[in-house]
């Protein structure tokens, strides 16, 4: 069974294919062991926040909650379903590199996508307010942008080493 990424993203890839070319070089990006190593320690990284939220227990019990309408038991819930998807989209992507199949790589690639555009939205608002952004923010920024452009390479990789 073929899966039509041809008919998908053909037209994207013959527009921009020199571009493309040019920044998709295995020299700069689509390493997939980096791509590999980032979703393990993603993996990792989440399996350790899960253990920390459920070892935490009622850390919340002596504080009065900040905002009345919104419970600090709420949040730690949030934290799991986070924490849960995160979980689902690094081993998907850990997955997807070791047997080599493009679908894996694509929720990875579109939460960096949001993630980017987030992050983007979130400095032209800082600017009229004249809020500073910080070192912390822009390394970050820089990383996930990293991040996006090996995992993007690679998916771009997969799909031209093999006839979807």
Request: hydrophobic letters at 45%; charged letters at 15%.
């Amino acid at each position: 069974m073929k899966i039509p990424f041809h008919e998908q993203f053909g037209t994207f890839f013959r527009t921009y294919n020199k571009d493309l070319c040019m920044i998709c070089s295995p020299c700069l990006f689509g390493s997939m062991e980096y791509v590999l190593t980032l979703s393990i320690i993603g993996t990792l990284t989440t399996l350790w926040d899960c253990v920390c939220l459920t070892n935490c227990g009622q850390i919340y019990s002596h504080l009065k909650p900040i905002e009345p309408n919104f419970c600090p038991v709420i949040k730690k819930y949030f934290r799991f379903l986070t924490c849960g998807l995160y979980l689902a989209i690094y081993s998907s992507l850990a997955i997807g590199i070791k047997i080599e199949h493009p679908v894996l790589l694509l929720p990875y690639i579109l939460l960096q996508m949001v993630n980017i555009t987030l992050l983007i939205l979130v400095a032209f608002l800082s600017i009229p307010k004249s809020t500073k952004l910080t070192r912390k923010t822009l390394i970050y920024c820089g990383f996930s942008a990293f991040n996006f452009l090996q995992c993007f390479c690679s998916f771009r990789h997969m799909l031209q080493s093999r006839d979807f």
